[in-house]
C-alpha cells in the first residue's frame, strides 16, 4: 500500500515516536520523566473505554458534536465542477476545532490527578479553549502568549480572563508563538508535581504528535459515517482539503483515510505575500528545511545558520513556524500533497463563501477554500472534495476590514 516498506500510514509513529525520520523526542534530561509518564498514561487511557465515553459525552452535550457535513450547493454551482462539502468544525463551542483536542487532554490531566493547566498561544483560540474546558472542571489556567500577540489578540486575551485563565505575556525571543511554545515548556519543568501541559496543535515531543491526532481524529471519522449516510454505503471521498499552521485540524481529517489510496489529501499552507525570498510566508514544507524544535524533528522556516524565522500571513493561526512532524512524513512519502495559497487569494474565498453559503468563514479555513476554488472546477461533478470548515470568521472580521478598506465606523 505504502511505499519504502511502510504498509500502513495509519500505524504511524513508531515506539520513539518517529515517523520516519520526522517526530521523535528531542527534550532534556529534565522533561524526559515527564514525558514517558504522559506516554504511559496516555498509552493507558487510549484504550479504556470509560475515558472515550467520557469524551463522547462531553463532545456530545458540551461542544456539539457530531458537526454537520453539508453540501455547500451554491458554491459547487458557481464553481462548476466536483461536487463540495464542508465538514462544519467551525460550529463547536469556542469556535474552531482546538476544543476535540482540548477536552482530551484535560480529561487526561484529571485521571493523572493534576490541577493545574498550562497553554502556549499564538492567535488566542487554543488559550480559549483551555480556559473554557478549565473553567468547567475548576482548573487552574495558565497560558502563555507572546508579548507582540498580546497587543494583537485583545479580544482573546480578555475572554480567557473572564473565564478566569491567567495571562502570561512572553517577552522573550520576538514575543510569539515559538517563544510561548518555550516558555511553557520551561514552566512544565519547574512545577512537574501539579502541572500538565496542553499542547493545542500535533507539533511538540512524542506523544504530544500523535495524542493531538488522536483527539481531533473525531473529524475525519465523523466524515466517513457521513459521507455514507449522504452518498450511499461504502462512498469514500476523492478529495480532502485542510489549512495548516501545526496541522492538528488536518491530521484530525485526514488520519481515519490514509490507508485508502483512492482519497486524495491536500494540505494547504499560508503563502502570506508569496512562497518568495523574503520568507513573507508560513510554508513550512515548501518553503522551509527539516530541523528540530519544541521536541521534534519536521521542516522548519528557519535561516542558513538555523535560527528559526517568523512566519508571515494574514491569519494569526496559521503563523507556527513548523509544521507537525506526521505531515513532513506524508509529505516526503507523497502520501499526502501540500500547496500554498496566498493572503489575496485567502480574502477572495472568505468573500466567496459569504456570499455563496451564508458561512463566514475563519481567515485559516478561507485559505483551504481558495485551492478547493482552484482544483473544484477542473474536476468531474461526480468527484467528491470534503473541505474542513475548521473556525468561524467572526474573529477575524476586523482583519478583513482593514484589507478590503471597509470602515467599521459606519
Ligand atoms: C489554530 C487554528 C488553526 C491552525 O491550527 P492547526 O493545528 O493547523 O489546525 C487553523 N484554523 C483555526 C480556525 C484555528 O483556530
Partial sequence: ??????????????????????????????????????????????????????????????????????????LTAHLGGAKIYLKRDE?????????????????????????????????????????????????????????????????????????????????????????AMNDALRDWVTNVADTFYCIGTVAGPHPYPAMVRDFQSIIGKEVRTQLAEQEGEG??????????????????????????????????????????????????????????????????????DGQILEGFSISAGLDYPGIGPEHAWLHDTGRAQYVSITDVEALEAFQLCCALEGIIPALEPSHALAHVMKIAPTLPQDHIIVMNMCGRGDKDIFTVAKHLGFDMKI
Avoid at 127 to 153: S, W
Avoid at 240 to 246: C, D, M, R
Avoid at 269 to 297: D, F, I
Wanted: proline residues 5%.
Fill in 235 to 304: 462512498r469514500l471521498p476523492d478529495t480532502l482539503v485542510a489549512a495548516i499552521g501545526g496541522g492538528s485540524n488536518a491530521m484530525g481529517l485526514f488520519h481515519p483515510f490514509l490507508d485508502d489510496p483512492s482519497v486524495n489529501i491536500i494540505g494547504v499552507e499560508a503563502g502570506g505575500k508569496g512562497v518568495n525570498e523574503q520568507m513573507e510566508h508560513c510554508a513550512s514544507l515548501s518553503g522551509g528545511r527539516p530541523g528540530v524544535l519544541h521536541g521534534n524533528r519536521t521542516y522548519l522556516l528557519q535561516d542558513e
Fill in 91 to 179: 460550529l463547536n463551542h469556542t469556535g474552531a476545532h482546538k476544543i476535540n483536542n482540548v477536552l482530551g487532554q484535560i480529561i487526561l490531566a484529571r485521571r493523572m490527578g493534576k490541577t493545574r493547566i498550562i497553554a502556549e498561544t499564538g492567535a488566542g483560540q487554543h488559550g480559549v479553549a483551555t480556559a473554557t474546558v478549565c473553567a468547567k472542571f475548576g482548573l487552574k489556567c495558565v497560558v502563555y502568549m507572546g508579548a507582540h500577540d498580546v497587543e494583537r489578540q485583545a479580544p482573546n486575551v480578555f475572554r480567557m480572563r473572564l473565564l478566569g485563565a491567567e495571562v502570561v505575556p512572553v517577552t522573550s525571543g520576538r514575543g510569539t508563538l515559538k517563544d
Fill in 1 to 74: 500500500m505504502a511505499e519504502d516498506g511502510i504498509n500502513s500510514f495509519m500505524n504511524g509513529p513508531d515506539e520513539q515516536g518517529r515517523f520516519g525520520i520526522f517526530g521523535g523526542r528531542f527534550v532534556s534530561e529534565t522533561l524526559m520523566p515527564l514525558i514517558l509518564d504522559l506516554q504511559a498514561r496516555y498509552d493507558h487511557a487510549k484504550t479504556d473505554p470509560d475515558f472515550w465515553a467520557e469524551m463522547h459525552d462531553l463532545w456530545t452535550h458540551y461542544v456539539g458534536r457530531p458537526s454537520p457535513l453539508y453540501h455547500a450547493e451554491r
